[in-house]
C-alpha cells in the first residue's frame, strides 16, 4: 500500500528552519502503514531536508555552518543567468538534498528520542513550501 500526503508551510528564506516531525507523524498515523517507509522531500531546489536535535542552539550553528560554507554574498555563476541573487540557496539546497527516507516500524518513525525531521528553506525570498510525504508498507490488520 503506498499513500502520499502533502504538508503546506509558509517558510521566511534564507535559511528557515522549520521542525515538520509532528506533522509528518500524523500523517503516518492517519494511514495507518504500521511496518514500512516514509519517503519526505520538498518540491523545489532552494529547500532541503535532514534530521537534527530541534534546539535553538543548534539551529543557530546549522544557519552559521551554511554560512561559513556557502556564503550569501560571494559570487555564484548561477547569477549570470538567472540575476535573481539566490545562487547560494541552490548550492546550499543541494549540499542539503531535497529529499528524506525513515523506516516505519510498529506504526512509529523510528527516530531518535533527539532526532527531529527539519525543513530548511535556504531561497533569499519568503515562499509557500510544498513537502511530500509518501508512505509505502502494510497497514494495520483490520481482521484482528
Not at 72 to 82: A, P, R, V
Request: aromatic content about 6%.
Amino acid at each position: 500500500m503506498i499513500q502520499t500526503e502533502v504538508i503546506e508551510r509558509s517558510t521566511k528564506g534564507y535559511s528557515d528552519i522549520h521542525n515538520i516531525t509532528d506533522e509528518v507523524a500524523k500523517k503516518i498515523t492517519k494511514s495507518g502503514i504500521t511496518q514500512g517507509q516514509v519517503t519526505v522531500f520538498v518540491v523545489g531546489s532552494t529547500a532541503g531536508l535532514t534530521t537534527v536535535e530541534y534546539e535553538p542552539g543548534l539551529v543557530k550553528d546549522l544557519k552559521n555552518l551554511f554560512e561559513k560554507l556557502i556564503p550569501q554574498n560571494d559570487y555564484y555563476h548561477h547569477e549570470e543567468t538567472w540575476h535573481d541573487g539566490n545562487g547560494f540557496s541552490h548550492v546550499r539546497a543541494s549540499l542539503l538534498k531535497p529529499d528524506l527516507t525513515v523506516p516505519i516500524v510498529n506504526g512509529r518513525m523510528t527516530l531518535g528520542t533527539w532526532q527531529q525531521i527539519i525543513l530548511i528553506d535556504f531561497d533569499n525570498c519568503p515562499r509557500q513550501r510544498e513537502v511530500v510525504v509518501q508512505m509505502a508498507g502494510e497497514p494495520r490488520d483490520s481482521s484482528k
